[in-house]
């Protein structure tokens, strides 16, 4: 069974203990690690950020915000965000549960979460938020060759294993980059 095989990812994150951060001065927030499966080669689902977003105006991310004091759980907000951002609607995406909680530098804590949902998929972009959508092969984000430096130069973080990706014209990096990171060498170690 190949690594990028969705059952192989989906026992791999179902049998994952993810690390929690426990820290009251943080805002928490959830993220939708969206893999499209088509059957030959899953799409990542990224969207890049409008000038008129709050936080990370123009960067690449994961759909996914703030969790609001009427959301049920993180999960919820992941998935109520991702219908507000692109319209994959909550119930076309089968979650496959959390990642590592990441810890951002605008002082949230972001707890991502694996969904599939069936690709091709018919995506609807909120405007203020949503500038485009990229859809990333899997294969191409394994793929070392599409391993850049951060763009920020210096103003990146020191992190250990910390990667970039290059797709396109785009370069992913900071939390979104680390986040996809550590899903790979969690479902496809080296």
Known sequence: MSPLDIA????????HV????????LARAAVLLALGADGADHRVLFTVRTSHVE?????????GGAHDPEDRDLAYTALRESFEE???RQQDVRLLGPLDD????????????????TYPYTFKPFEVEVAE????????LIDPRNHVPDPRGSRGPARPGYTCFQFGPHVIYGATAIMMKRFL?????A
């Not at 936080?55 to 759909?63: A, L, N, Q, R, T």
């Not at 959508?133 to 191409?140: G, N, S």
């Open 185 to 189: 060498d969690l479902v496809a170690p």
């Open 8 to 15: 192989h990812i989906e026992r791999i994150v179902r049998a």
């Open 133 to 140: 959508i990229l859809e990333v092969p899997l294969t191409h």
């Open 55 to 63: 936080h990370h105006k123009g960067e690449i991310s994961f759909p």
């Open 86 to 88: 692109v319209g994959l």
């Open 18 to 25: 993810p690390k929690p951060v426990v820290d009251d001065s």
């Open 102 to 117: 990441f810890v951002t530098m605008s002082k949230f804590a972001v707890t991502p979460f694996v969904g599939v949902f």
